[in-house]
């Protein structure tokens, strides 16, 4: 079955302590990206990546890094979150070649930083 | 500011009736147009898209979408909703320079009582 995955899909922690959130899909999109959604903001574009080891700051990247080091997988890491960072967070995939223009997104992840 | 709005934030009808969402950008030129749904608990879902040709689309699950260039609108449309229809419902639009990044609406939480 065609799908993105986010491990884990919820998670507590405390400030300052870091963690990744992995993200995983197996149609083997080109790009991939990092969305948070907040009540009455909608979602907000992270980082995204169009490719392996091509990765860009979206619009709220502070306190976020990412990686892509392999075309199916886009971990999320917050070297020391804070409380501002509690958020559901979603991760999204494309393909550049298909012509379909539409992003698969994955489960969620409810972070909650303490 | 360059932007998505989406003006109903909650709106709450009865089986059957019929359903409006408002949304606007303030984005000159062309632009493509998602309507995403996210059921609760789950992650969103493409509903239906607009690129170009025939302004009127219509998506799944019997929703229809205009475009409308000179009021910069692209509302959602449902003659009849039913219980199973209650969920978050988000518009985006892609910028013709910015390859896949949506940008994403506030969102319009629909509750449909049976």
């Known amino acids: 079955e065609a799908q993105v995955t986010q491990n884990p899909r919820y998670l507590i922690t405390v400030t300052g302590k870091k963690l990744t959130v992995t993200c995983s899909q197996n149609m083997n999109h080109e790009y991939m990206s990092w969305y948070r959604q907040d009540p009455g903001l909608g979602l907000r574009q992270i980082y995204y990546s169009m490719n392996v080891e091509v990765t860009d700051k979206g619009d709220v990247p502070e306190g976020y890094k990412v990686s892509r080091k392999e075309k199916r997988n886009f971990p999320l890491i917050l070297e020391s979150p804070s409380p501002n960072q509690t958020s559901l967070y979603f991760c999204?995939?494309?393909?550049?070649?298909?012509?379909?223009?539409?992003?698969?997104f994955g489960p969620g992840t409810r972070l909650t930083v303490l | 500011a360059q932007s998505v709005s989406q003006h109903n934030h909650h709106v709450i009808l009865s089986e059957a009736a019929s359903l409006e969402l408002g949304c606007n950008y303030s984005?000159?030129?062309?632009?493509?147009l998602f309507w995403y749904v996210q059921y609760p608990g789950q992650h969103l879902q493409l509903l239906l898209k607009y690129f170009s040709g025939d302004p009127l689309v219509k998506g799944i699950k019997g929703f229809e979408a205009e475009f409308i260039k000179s009021k910069f609108s692209f509302n959602l449309r449902k003659p009849s909703v039913q219980w199973s229809d209650t969920a978050e419902y988000f518009c985006a639009v892609i910028l013709p320079d910015s390859s896949y990044k949506l940008i994403f609406g506030s969102g319009t939480r629909l509750l449909v009582r049976p």
């Open positions: 999204a995939s494309e393909s550049q070649t298909s012509g379909k223009n539409e992003q698969f």
């Open positions: 984005y000159g030129g062309t632009v493509n």
